[in-house]
């Protein structure tokens, strides 16, 4: 889900500017709903990000006796 953030930005953006710039087909209200998906996951995405940083890869070190 982290490494999706830069998708769900792009994905609210678009659908957002589809959905509410004053267009008015048939459809337009799936696509309110899809901004709302969207912008939710981004907000978790980044949140996620926030409070759980990625960590640094440990190297393993053999022990001498």
């Keep these: 889900m982290k490494k999706k953030t830069l998708l769900f930005f792009i994905l609210t953006l678009i659908s957002g500017l589809i959905g509410f710039t004053g267009l008015s087909f ?12 969207f912008a939710d996951l981004l907000i978790i995405s980044l949140i996620s990000k926030w409070f759980f940083p990625e960590k640094p890869k440990v ?3 053999t022990i001498q006796k």
Aim: net charge positive; aromatic share 6%; charged share 20%.
């Design 26 to 37: 048939s459809g337009i209200e799936v696509i309110r709903v899809l901004f709302l998906v």
């Design 59 to 61: 190297k393993l070190q």
